[in-house]
Structure formats: C-alpha cells, structure tokens
C-alpha cells in the first residue's frame, strides 16, 4: 500500500484514501429513479431497502463515476454494482455491460445472481474458454 500511495501516477487519480472504521448497517430507500421492473424485482425478492453503500454506489455510477466496493463478505457488493447495471441496460436497450471475475466459478455464480432478476430484454453470456461459438458469435 505505500508503495501505490508513493507513486504519483497513481496518487494522483485516488480522491479518498483512508480506513473507515466498522459500523452497524445502515439502510436507505431504493433511489426513486431505479427502473420500475428492477423495484418489482427487489420487492418481489423481499429487498425493500438498501444499505447506503449500495445507494452510494448506485448513484456514483449513474452518474458516469468509477467506484471501488470494499465490504465484509455477505454485505451486498454483488446488489451495489448489479443495481446501476441493470438499471441502466433496463432504460437503454442498446446498453451492453460487460462483467470481469477473477474464476470461471465466480463468474457462473453470478451469472446465476443476475439470471435470478428475470428481467425482460437482458441477455446474459460467459465468456471463457469452455464458451461454444455459437455463443461467442451472439455475445
């Protein structure tokens, strides 16, 4: 870490750097301007709030911002970066996301994740080695 935080050319691109200490959760209503099949789901899913990183996050990257999650395990980054993706393929048909994951496991898992949303118009694809053509040349 000090050697990046050393570097200035990459310094220079970091707005906030610092160690926020732990606190309870904290929650907040789903931002108004979310896609209305996307609240359905939430809802239907029993999501009814979310926690304010992930409202952050929804917002950052609404907003064309680049954002960096750092969570507990099991505390929503999955929800923090699907909500503004899946939100904006949903108001512009002719978005395209692309998702990397470190493992194939990972990528098929949330795969899985997404697939659950049933969202209309959203086409998901893994990309890999083990992906057939016929997929390659449709993704």
Known sequence: M??????????????FWGVR????ARFGEVPQEVHQELKKYLAHAGIHKLYT??????????????????????????????VPVLDGLLKDPDAKAIYLFPTKA?????????????LPGIRL???DGDTPSSIRQAA
């Open 125 to 127: 694809y893994i990309y």
């Open 53 to 82: 990183h992930q409202i952050e996050t929804y917002r950052a990257v609404s907003s064309g911002r680049d954002v960096v999650i750092t969570t507990p395990t099991a505390s929503g980054k999955s929800l923090a970066y699907n």
């Open 2 to 15: 000090n050697e990046l935080r050393n570097d200035s050319s990459f310094i220079n691109n970091v707005t």
């Open 21 to 24: 200490e732990r606190q309870d």
């Open 106 to 118: 990972l990528s098929q898992d949330q795969v899985k994740v997404i697939e659950a949303f049933t």
